[in-house]
């Protein structure tokens, strides 16, 4: 059975730092590219980053390049994103999906590359 379980969100003033976790089990996490997206409220969902398999290779959407760093531990089966300088805009569901494949690609930000979702975890952004 596959389980995908983000933790970490939660309230903080902007310009303030958290750092969401996304462990996963039952898949192949160390040949799967991972994903991180975003719904705000009365949004479309949206790709935030993306990390290749071995982890050396991202990609981030442009409003969060240089604030937002992806990453991953293959032997614990977790992923990661450092969420930097946040701001109001930032606030959201976050979400933790794995790829078909082990590449992020440049589709990396449509739903449809990832197989795997996670409940996602609320991060809320305070002016």
């Known amino acids: 059975q596959v389980q995908v379980v983000e933790s970490g969100g939660g309230l903080v003033q902007a310009g303030g730092s958290l750092r969401l976790s996304c462990t996963a089990s039952g898949l192949r996490f160390g040949a799967s590219a991972m994903g991180w997206f975003r719904q705000a409220p009365g949004k479309e969902r949206e790709g935030v980053s993306c990390?290749?398999?071995?982890?050396?290779?991202?990609y981030y959407v442009d409003s969060v390049k240089g604030r937002f760093t992806i990453s991953r531990d293959n032997a614990q089966n977790t992923l990661y994103l450092q969420l930097n300088s946040l701001k109001p805009e930032d606030t959201a569901m976050y979400y933790c999906a794995a790829a078909f494949g082990g590449s992020c690609s440049d589709s990396w930000s449509q739903d449809g590359r990832y197989k795997y979702w996670g409940q996602g975890t609320q991060v809320t952004v305070s002016s």
């Open positions: 990390i290749n398999w071995a982890g050396g290779i991202t």
